[in-house]
């Protein structure tokens, strides 16, 4: 008997309407895989860089984005150990997430704490990883560190801010409406928060004053936010690149504006590094080759931590796990309304 799930899926690049539902095969699991019945699906920005054709890797279209899912085990293949049918889980994807079932590797699934909700589990791989990741594996942040979240009011930044008060670094923030920048300092804990679209880098350079400058700077955005960080390092400060928002300023894509961010990202060559003896980092989480093993005990110490009450997944919004729920997501992510994460839900999911 033939197996089908539904899916939302990228037929062609474009706007959020493009995004297409359709019953896709659904292979049973091999050797090493689990079917998961997906309760919910994290959404996140590099989605939109997918659905626009601005991402790197892709398969061939049409395909299934997302990145992340929560949901429950309805199978196990051959050869898995660890998972039973009825057990609750997270996986990391490299696409495919928007569906109402996925096949993966086992070894790409994590358990997650009773206690959460699977909207709130879905919440918080990519983005808490993603802190977790920039922060503290690219180096040694100790406590009195100075770092910089680019937009601390989405879902990595919100998680980053969060990860970096708890280890007692001293962290500052950009974001784009006064809610956002009052949020990041009196609910996440952050020093100060500035506007991203003014003069942070000048804002943020006074505040700091010529005594002090940054160790770690967390870079999402690209373009001239890039220069601006890497001139706020100090010596031995490291800049943390993960992705580049300004490649996709509004819903669709322009060849024009996404080869104007690139050509005001500036081109770092090794020598540049060495006088001012700073660090540069690019960080793709789903990319971490024979690195990947850090990322259960790191996100099994997240987990606990959101338990503990030390941190929390920040949930904007929820939206439909269906074609019109994705759109609507896809929406509200262009217009940059989101505070935190923002998550598609199953019907029924509990």
């Not at 890797?57 to 984005?65: K, L």
């Not at 928002?245 to 060849?255: H, I, N, Q, T, V």
């Not at 759109?327 to 999911?349: F, I, Y």
Request: hydrophobic fraction near 45%; charge should be neutral.
């Amino acid at each position: 008997m033939s197996r089908t799930t539904l899916a939302i899926e990228i037929p062609r690049f474009g706007s959020p309407e493009i995004l297409q539902e359709r019953e896709v095969p659904l292979p049973a699991p091999g050797p090493g895989e689990i079917h998961l019945r997906v309760s919910a699906a994290g959404v996140n920005f590099a989605d939109l860089l997918q659905r626009a054709g601005l991402y790197g890797r892709v398969p061939a279209r049409p395909y299934s984005p997302g990145f992340e899912v929560a949901g429950e085990v309805v199978e196990v293949g051959p050869q898995v150990r660890g998972w039973k049918a009825g057990d609750r889980a997270v996986a990391l994807l490299g696409h495919g997430g928007y569906a109402r079932d996925v096949v993966i590797p086992a070894v790409r699934a994590f358990p997650y704490p009773p206690s959460l909700t699977p909207v709130e589990a879905a919440a918080i791989p990519v983005v808490f990883l993603t802190g977790w990741v920039c922060l503290f594996e690219t180096g040694p942040a100790r406590p009195g560190d100075t770092v910089l979240v680019l937009g601390a009011g989405g879902g990595v930044g919100t998680a980053a801010v969060q990860l970096a008060v708890d280890r007692g670094l001293r962290v500052f923030g950009t974001a784009g409406t006064p809610h956002k920048r009052t949020f990041v300092v009196q609910d996440l804990g952050a020093e100060a928060c500035f506007d991203s679209r003014g003069d942070w880098a000048g804002d943020l350079e006074e505040f700091l004053g010529e005594a002090r400058a940054l160790d770690i700077a967390l870079d999402p955005v690209g373009g001239t936010a890039t220069s601006a960080c890497r001139r706020l390092l100090g010596p031995l400060g490291r800049l943390v690149f993960y992705g580049m928002s300004e490649a996709l300023p509004g819903s669709k894509r322009s060849w024009i504006k996404a080869a104007l961010a690139k050509l005001r990202t500036p081109t770092i060559h090794p020598l540049s590094l060495l006088l001012p003896n700073q660090g540069v980092f690019g960080i793709h989480l789903l990319y971490m080759g024979r690195k990947e093993h850090i990322l259960a005990p790191a996100l099994q110490e997240i987990y606990s931590g959101v338990v503990e009450g030390r941190w929390r997944p920040v949930l904007d919004q929820t939206f439909p796990l269906s074609r019109d729920g994705a759109v609507q997501a896809h929406r509200h992510l262009h217009h940059r309304r989101n505070l935190g994460k923002v998550v598609l839900e199953a019907d029924g999911s509990a």
